[in-house]
């Protein structure tokens, strides 16, 4: 009867799931961080872009850049601008505890060709 017990294999695939759950939850975490991170890229090159239009036209481009960012992603952004090229820097969310956003932030570049 002993035997036997030890060699029946019930359950076998529910415990290797449950063990990798673990795993799948982190490469679950890995990517949304991978996707929040290309969010804030594409949205502050969009922001830069019009930001660098409203310099053409004369406007406010501090003005333009933040309003053209997600509420999400306004909190912390800067536009500088120089010569005509705006830079908007954005925090990166972050989802994992114990990082703070402010000490990852990605910045791109635009410029209206003369």
């Known amino acids: 009867m002993i035997g036997r017990l ?3 294999e019930s359950g076998q695939a529910s ?3 449950s063990g990798m759950l673990v795993y799948l939850a ?7 961080q991978v996707m929040l991170v290309t969010w804030s890229m594409v949205e502050a090159s969009n922001a830069a872009r019009t930001a660098s239009r409203i310099v053409a036209r ?3 481009p501090e ?7 997600t509420e999400l992603l306004r ?8 010569n005509d090229r705006v830079t ?11 990082f703070t956003s ?4 990605v910045a791109k570049q635009a410029e209206l060709p003369s």
Request: proline residues 4%; negative net charge; hydrophobic residues 45%.
């Open 75 to 82: 909190d912390g952004s800067q536009v500088d601008v120089r």
């Open 63 to 69: 003005r333009a850049g933040t309003d053209a960012l």
């Open 88 to 98: 908007v820097h954005v925090r990166v969310p972050i989802i994992f505890p114990g």
């Open 58 to 60: 004369g406007g406010d």
């Open 26 to 32: 982190l490469a679950a975490l890995g990517v949304w």
């Open 6 to 8: 030890h060699r029946d």
């Open 15 to 17: 415990m290797e799931l």
């Open 102 to 105: 402010g000490q990852f932030t």
